[in-house]
Every structure is written in structure tokens, then in C-alpha cells.
């Protein structure tokens, strides 16, 4: 028996980067996975990637940071599939040139910056509580980031937000633990995923960044393992946590850029 086998997941954003390594993870667990993104192409790509390899996959089409999307993607996750276990609130946006010293932010970008990132783990972790707790107990992983522990300034909307993702990790710890579910967040560093294409992109800062991580440059496919891990029986004594999976990043107190 796999680590996942009989379990169902929800993953937000899963079109692409972390959340889609993060679906394939947990589909190759034995999961059974509602990819859901706000690109429709690219949340039937991974569905199809997932069936592809023999497993089991349904794409949806949601903002995740919309409450009405939320409830839907719980209820077409425990209708499609019988039940709901795993919610891996993934999805997120980081615009570096809208988001910035907060005087120079525009208001309506803090707005949808704290929605996307932050309102959507609130409305999927809503709707999807009272579900996960009806199938028997579960796990949600949340997305936050090595900022929330370390913002290097200059995006402060995002730093913000995924403090906010932090904390509200923690705050939900307890009440969820009644129901049979742990919650944990996790904070990765920088990972090679189309959100940092400007980092990618540019040599010297690239060779910056890398020697920032003890371990190197992060994949997607190392943090999904950390995702796989959280949603399963392994990691059962862990809730709560808000995990430094950044290579080494913020260990070093001050970012080598
Ligand atoms: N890449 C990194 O270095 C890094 C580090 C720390 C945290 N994170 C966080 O990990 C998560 C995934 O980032 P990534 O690097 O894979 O980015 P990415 O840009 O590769 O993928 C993000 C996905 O989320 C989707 N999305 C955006 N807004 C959405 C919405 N409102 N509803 C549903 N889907 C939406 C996008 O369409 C995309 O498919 C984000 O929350 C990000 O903040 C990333």
C-alpha cells in the first residue's frame, strides 16, 4: 500500500511549478487529485500528465481566491471522488514591479495580492474543514514562504501576505486538531519555478541566489516529497508547523544578495 492509497487531494494552482509537482507527488502517493487552477489549459495539462502515468486526476478551473470557487472545488473533490482528505492551498502570485516598497504600491495590487495568496487559504481551508473532518480527518498544507521568516524588502504585499499564511497556520492548528486534522505550512526558498523566471533568467543573479541555499538551488520535485510527507501518516505528530524546507536560506540570518 502506498503512502496516500484510498486518500483524496485538492491542490490550488496546480497548473504549474510547485503545485504541479506537488499534484504528481501526490497522485504517484496513491491519492486521488482535483488539480484545480486559474489556467485552464494548464490544470488539464497536469490532470492529464497524472492519468497518463496510470493515476488518478480531474481538472478544475477556480480562483482560489474567490469563495465561491473554494466551495465548489470541495464539493466537486468529495463528489468526483467520494470524499475529501488533503487540501494543498499552493496557489499564489508574486509580482515583483507591481509589489514593492509599500508607498509605491498601488492599493488595488496589495488587494489582490493578499486575496490570491492569503484570502484563498482562508476560503479553501472554510469550505474544506467541515469536509476533511467528515471523511475521518486529514492533513492541509499551506503555502507560505522563506519571506514570511526573512523578507528581503521590496515586496512587501507578498512578504505580508505569506505571514499571514503563517500565522494563520498556527491559529487553525488547534480547532483543527479536535476534527482529526493537521495543518502545517510550508516555507520554501527560492525554487526554480516560472514565478522566479526574472531570478532564472539572469546569470549573476542566479549564482547569487544559489549560494544563498546550503543545498543549492531548489527543484519543485524536492518540496512536493516535503508535501507528499505532510499529507500522510508519517508526519502525524506534526501540526502547526511552519516549516524552513529553504535549503539553508534563512539560516544564514542575512540573504547573500
Ligand atoms: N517558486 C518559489 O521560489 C516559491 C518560494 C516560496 C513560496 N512559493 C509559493 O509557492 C506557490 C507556487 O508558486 P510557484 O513558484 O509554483 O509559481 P507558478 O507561478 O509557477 O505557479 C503558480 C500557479 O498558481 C496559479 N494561480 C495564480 N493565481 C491563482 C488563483 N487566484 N487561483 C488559482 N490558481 C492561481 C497560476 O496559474 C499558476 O499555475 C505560491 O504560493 C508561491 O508564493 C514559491
Known sequence: MEALTGKVA???????????????????????????DVREASARETADTIQRAGRVAQAS?????????AARLVEEATREFGA??????????????RDGFTPDIDPATWDEVIRINLSSVFYCAHAAIPAIAAAGGGA????ASSMARL????????????GGVALLTQSLAPGCGRLGIRVNAICPGYVDTPMNA?????DALKQAFARGHATGLQTP???AELVVFLASEAS???TGAVLACDGGWTAFKQPPI
Open 10 to 36: 485538492l491542490v490550488t494552482g496546480g497548473g504549474s511549478g510547485l503545485g504541479r509537482a506537488g499534484a504528481l507527488a501526490l497522485a504517484g502517493a496513491g491519492a486521488h487529485v482535483l488539480v484545480s
Open 61 to 69: 478551473v477556480a480562483d482560489a481566491g474567490r469563495a465561491e470557487d
Open 84 to 97: 475529501l482528505h488533503v487540501l494543498y492551498n499552493n496557489a499564489g502570485v508574486a509580482w515583483p514591479g
Open 140 to 143: 492541509i498544507i499551506n503555502t
Open 151 to 162: 523578507p528581503l524588502g521590496g515586496l512587501d504585499a507578498y512578504a505580508a501576505s505569506k
Open 198 to 202: 526574472l531570478i532564472w533568467g539572469n
Open 221 to 223: 520535485e524536492e518540496i
Open 236 to 238: 502525524r505528530s506534526l
